[in-house]
């Protein structure tokens, strides 16, 4: 049995990516959200993916189902009814993987190995590499959560540069240095 795997660059940041192998025999629907997962986001919104090439024009489009809304130059695969081994055409296959089409979230997927020997410690698909810090979905938190507040409050000066009191009066026994440092100073 085959096993791919693909990188999942996010289109606006390629240093930022998630390695995820499957079984040839798994589906899209596997694949769309195998990538969710590995990005942490939801799996409530539209999505498709697209065949592409090289120069990532999209091609047959493989979708999560048919949408109204949308115009389809070609009757469209369904996620869950297409094998991935199905659409690999060669080495290096791409993909274009769209999510919620009212934020249109993309991401570039590349085949990136093929290999035949499956792993009993894996349970497929699986996110095997991240690397970069992946966007966020809702934009409800920072970057790292909380993490990220307690290193920004940390090194964040206060405006007054006398000290780390707005009162001149507990700073008067700075020393040399932070007193030259001062001198400039208006406030």
Do not use: C
């Amino acid at each position: 049995m085959a096993i791919l795997k693909f990188r999942a660059y996010y289109e606006e940041d390629e240093a930022v990516y998630r390695d995820v192998v499957i079984k040839h025999t798994q589906t899209f629907f596997d694949l769309f959200n195998a990538i969710l997962k590995s990005y942490e986001f939801d799996n409530k919104h539209q999505a498709t993916f697209f065949r592409s090439n090289d120069n990532r024009q999209r091609g047959r489009e493989i979708t999560l189902e048919k949408y109204n809304e949308r115009e389809y130059k070609a009757e469209p695969l369904m996620m869950a009814e297409t094998t991935i081994g199905s659409e690999i055409r060669d080495t290096n296959q791409k993909f274009i993987f769209v999510y919620d089409f009212a934020k249109n979230w993309t991401f570039l997927i590349e085949l990136i190995n093929v290999s035949k020997e499956e792993s009993i410690k894996i349970t497929y698909p699986a996110t095997t590499r991240v690397e970069g810090i992946g966007p966020q979905q809702y934009s409800t938190r920072s970057l790292l959560g909380k993490k990220f507040v307690d290193i920004e409050e940390k090194y964040d000066l206060p405006e007054k540069k006398e000290g780390f009191s707005e009162e001149g009066d507990e700073n008067e026994n700075l020393n040399d240095e932070e007193s030259n440092d001062d001198s400039g100073s208006d406030e």
